[in-house]
Every structure is written in structure tokens, then in C-alpha cells.
């Protein structure tokens, strides 16, 4: 069975940090990218950030310099650092793990809400 569980959401002040993370199991971690979404209220879901199986990194524009994905394969886990954050950050952040074929599966999201 196949479960992405990510935590580490919650209330931040503007300019604040918060580091997410996204534990997988039931899977062969390593063959996967891993991705971060994100859903505003009223929104549509978008890509935050990427990172492929050989590590390469892609963002979204919005978070450029702000944001940053990592991952540790020895813990099957993906990581989102996310520093200076902006009220327009709020959302839900939900873990995507994809790769060729029908393998593509998803968290159930936490919550990020940056206000003062």
C-alpha cells in the first residue's frame, strides 16, 4: 500500500520559515520524482517545486530563491524549505510521486498559513 505523508505545515508570521516533509512508503522511493503542489482557496492546484530521481531541482517562478526541495533517499523522504514567506503563500501543499507509467500517487496535504 502506498502512502505519502506529509507534515510540518501551520501558522507562520510573514517572513517567516517552515520546513515541510513528505514520508513515503510502499514504493521504490528512489525511481520516483518527487513534487510539491500547492491549493489556494478559490484556486486552481499548482506546481511549487520538482525534484527528479537524479536530483534535478525545478521551481515555479513565485518561489525562486525562497523556496528549496531536497531529498534524502535513505529516508523516503522529500523535503520543501520554505523561508520568506509571503501571505500568497498560503495553501494546502500536497506530495506528488510520479514516474513512467501508471505510478502516480499523492498525500493527503497540509496546510500552510502565513498571516500575522
Known amino acids: 500500500q502506498v502512502q505519502l505523508v506529509e507534515s510540518g505545515g501551520g501558522l507562520v508570521q510573514p517572513g517567516g520559515s517552515l520546513r515541510l516533509s513528505c514520508a513515503a512508503s510502499?514504493?521504490?522511493?528512489?525511481?520516483?520524482?518527487m513534487v510539491w503542489y500547492r491549493q489556494a482557496p478559490g484556486k486552481q492546484r499548482e506546481l511549487v517545486a520538482g525534484?527528479?530521481?537524479?536530483?534535478?531541482?525545478n521551481y515555479v517562478d513565485s518561489i525562486k530563491g525562497r523556496f528549496t526541495i531536497s531529498r534524502d533517499n535513505t529516508k523516503n523522504t522529500v523535503y520543501l524549505q520554505m523561508n520568506s514567506l509571503k501571505p500568497e503563500d498560503t495553501a494546502v501543499y500536497y506530495c506528488?510521486?510520479?514516474?513512467?507509467?501508471?505510478?502516480?500517487?499523492w498525500g493527503q496535504g497540509t496546510q500552510v498559513t502565513v498571516s500575522s
Open positions: 525534484i527528479t530521481s537524479g536530483n534535478r531541482t
Open positions: 510502499g514504493i521504490f522511493f528512489r525511481l520516483y520524482a
Open positions: 506528488n510521486a510520479v514516474r513512467e507509467g501508471p505510478y502516480n500517487y
